[in-house]
């Protein structure tokens, strides 16, 4: 029988949830953060790889994946699950980021979004019905609709006439999606960083009615005190039973602070993306293991993650790895970047289970803001 897809909160510290989402494909405990797996590959690693770091739940992007390989493919292999062997729940970003970051813009009307592909100059169009389509033939677990994501800053006029647009969609949205048991369509909040704008965003959604709520259009420049300060304001006018989501984001210090503000759910590129050029993730903040200090260092990257490559290769050899554009450097990078993550999510859930989450996060930034200390050898 098919898990049906219910949310539980287990406990409260402030505005902090320590909960449990069940899906039809697995369910996983929140806090959560989902590493990004934009063209149906969380970079530099395999499916055992991602299990490994403790990850319970992935991301796809709807805009990469029907440029290439197409989702008639997908589809005919039985969904992106499959199609990857991913075992666990999969969240599909509706690919309008993209389409406003990456690709051509040649039009945006009520209707949806005309663009050129930024693969082969190919002309597609977008509806908000085609999004929600589309990440049905992938069989996505957890799917977004088509909103704007306005460039920052914006006024707020603009703001508010996006805003709508997106609301509009999200209606639209919500009629042609296909209510399966297990799955579900989360609504997205916009409105920039104006207060009574998100308000209404929040409305709107509640009234066409979501199994989730995220909190789309921050970590676009505008800085961690008002990205702060707008999803706070936001997550007021959330429903307390609903997962939130907070998308994009991002740094550890980031997360730590969403969290406390009664942020769920989490994705970023970051662990990934900086994996690959040497940028590695550590309680004493970010180094960068290129840099020539590190080229005799013994110690590992930091033996407290239960990680292979985290406790089980020298400073030294990454180092060569990096320098000499070995591929196994960007895995084990990302290998432990992933890990970190994860192993901060963790304690994040027991400092919320022990009422201790001020405490931990108070610890956390002062160990991060230390950074890390070099050593001779």
């Given at each position: 029988?098919?898990?049906a897809?219910?949310f ?20 996983f405990?929140?806090p ?7 063209l ?12 490994k ?7 796809g992007?709807t ?7 197409g989702?008639?493919v997908?589809e005919?292999?039985h ?39 930024h693969?082969?100059?190919s ?5 908000p019905e ?10 996505s ?9 306005p460039?920052?800053?914006?006024d ?14 999200a209606?639209?949205?919500?009629l ?7 799955y ?5 909040t916009?409105g920039?960083?104006?207060?009574d ?5 929040a409305?709107a ?23 702060f ?22 740094m550890?210090?980031d ?16 662990p ?10 550590t ?10 200090r ?5 110690r ?7 990680c ?7 400073r030294?050899y990454l ?19 992933i ?26 930034e002062?160990n991060?803001n ?8």
């Amino acid at each position: 029988m098919t898990e049906a897809f219910k949310f539980s909160i287990l406990s409260i510290d402030g505005s902090a949830r320590l909960g449990k989402l069940n899906t039809a494909h697995g369910k996983f405990d929140t806090p959560v953060f989902m590493p990004v797996g934009t063209l149906g590959s969380v970079k530099a690693m395999t499916v055992d790889l991602v299990e490994k770091t403790g990850s319970k739940i992935i991301l796809g992007n709807t805009y990469h994946l029907m440029l290439r390989p197409g989702i008639d493919v997908i589809e005919s292999l039985h969904g992106l699950r499959n199609f990857m062997k991913w075992k666990h729940p999969i969240l599909t970003d509706s690919g309008g980021f993209q389409v406003m970051s990456l690709s051509k813009l040649s039009d945006i009307s009520e209707e949806g979004v005309l663009f050129k592909s930024h693969l082969d100059g190919s002309m597609h169009k977008l509806t908000p019905e085609k999004v929600i389509k589309i990440q049905r033939s992938l069989d996505s677990t957890i799917s977004m609709p088509l909103d704007e994501c306005p460039s920052y800053p914006i006024d707020k006029e603009g703001a508010a006439q996006s805003m709508k647009l997106s609301m509009r969609w999200a209606k639209r949205s919500r009629l042609a999606y296909e209510e399966r048991s297990g799955y579900g369509l989360f609504g997205i909040t916009q409105g920039g960083v104006h207060d009574d704008l998100r308000e209404e965003s929040a409305n709107a959604l509640i009234d066409i009615g979501f199994e989730g709520y995220a909190i789309g259009g921050l970590a676009v420049g505008e800085g961690q005190d008002l990205m702060f300060r707008v999803t706070e304001e936001t997550v007021r006018f959330l429903p307390l039973e609903k997962p939130r989501y907070l998308m994009g984001v991002g740094m550890p210090l980031d997360i730590l602070g969403a969290v406390k503000r009664g942020i769920d759910m989490f994705d970023c590129v970051l662990p990934t993306r900086l994996g690959r050029t040497g940028k590695v993730f550590t309680k004493y903040g970010t180094i960068n293991i290129r840099n020539s200090r590190h080229s005799k260092d013994p110690r590992p990257i930091d033996e407290s993650i239960n990680c292979d490559a985290s406790r089980n290769y020298s400073r030294a050899y990454l180092n060569h790895l990096v320098k000499s554009n070995e591929i196994l450097g960007s895995i084990l990078l990302t290998w432990h970047n992933i890990s970190f993550y994860q192993d901060l999510m963790s304690k994040i859930r027991i400092a919320i289970k022990d009422n201790s989450l001020n405490r931990f996060a108070t610890d956390f930034e002062e160990n991060w803001n230390r950074g890390d200390i070099e050593e001779s050898y």
